[in-house]
Antibody, heavy 119, light 111 residues
Framework: EVQLVESGGGLVQPGGSLRLSCAAS????????MSWVRQAPGKGLQWVSV????????YYADSVKGRFTISRDNSKNTLYLQMNSLRAEDTAVYYC????????????WGRGALVTVSS | QSALTQPRSVSGSPGQSVTMSCTGT?????????VSWYQQHPGKAPKLMIF???ERPSGVPDRFSGSKSGNTASLTISGLQAEDEADYYC???????????FGGGTKLTVL
């Protein structure tokens, strides 16, 4: 089955760190760019970061640049998001999403992992 | 990039058609024919319903259609069914290979 499954969410204090993982299955993981998209409580979706299929190119939204790091291990079919210096405004459900071949839309999503930043 | 503007809610009766809008700017929706729409049921993963303004992925019913005029894109669902009740999000590519902007979402209620 083609799917993405996130893990690693939880409660963390402001200034703390957390690493999310996304396990991919059912498709050739290395052939696709992957992304993280988040949704704060009661809000819309917000693109966070993207990584190319090889892992050689990474891009970030300005709101997380310098604090978050996206990476992937193609041998394990797994995507990661290392989140440092977390702030209350980073509280959200974080979705792992596969970019389409055109890089213009997201054609497969996981169910999300909740990250709560609070003291 | 600022978020795209979507109505908070729309509703319709089974069998009817509904249209929901997604308004952006000349830098995103108006600049590119790369608007996509996602359906999300509570607690479930978002699902791609429309890409490139009016293209449907394999498996999406032809009851779902998209269009765009200027800075506003629209999603139309015809022949409404109970299972269409969900949140719908629009998204526009906004250039530079690294910029995607989403809308705040529209809750569709099937009466």
């Amino acid at each position: 089955e083609v799917q993405l499954v996130e893990s690693g969410g939880g409660l963390v204090q402001p200034g703390g760190s957390l690493r999310l993982s996304c396990a991919a299955s059912g498709f050739t993981f290395s052939n696709y760019a992957m992304s993280w998209v988040r949704q704060a409580p009661g809000k819309g979706l917000q693109w966070v970061s993207v990584i190319s299929g090889s892992g050689g190119s990474t891009y970030y939204a300005d709101s997380v640049k310098g604090r978050f790091t996206i990476s992937r291990d193609n041998s394990k079919n797994t995507l990661y998001l290392q989140m440092n210096s977390l702030r209350a405004e980073d509280t959200a459900v974080y979705y792992c999403a596969r970019l389409s071949r055109s890089w213009r839309d997201f054609d497969l999503w996981g169910r999300g992992a909740l990250v709560t930043v609070s003291s | 990039q600022s978020a795209l503007t979507q109505p908070r809610s729309v509703s319709g009766s089974p069998g009817q058609s509904v249209t929901m809008s997604c308004t952006g700017t000349s830098s995103d929706v108006g600049a590119y024919n790369y608007v996509s729409w996602y359906q999300q049921h509570p607690g479930k993963a978002p699902k791609l319903m429309i890409f490139d303004v009016n293209e449907r992925p394999s498996g999406v019913p032809d009851r779902f259609s998209g269009s765009k005029s200027g800075n506003t894109a629209s999603l139309t669902i015809s022949g409404l069914q109970a299972e269409d009740e969900a949140d719908y999000y629009c998204c526009s590519y906004a250039g530079s290979y690294t910029d995607w902007v989403f809308g705040g979402g529209t809750k569709l209620t099937v009466l």
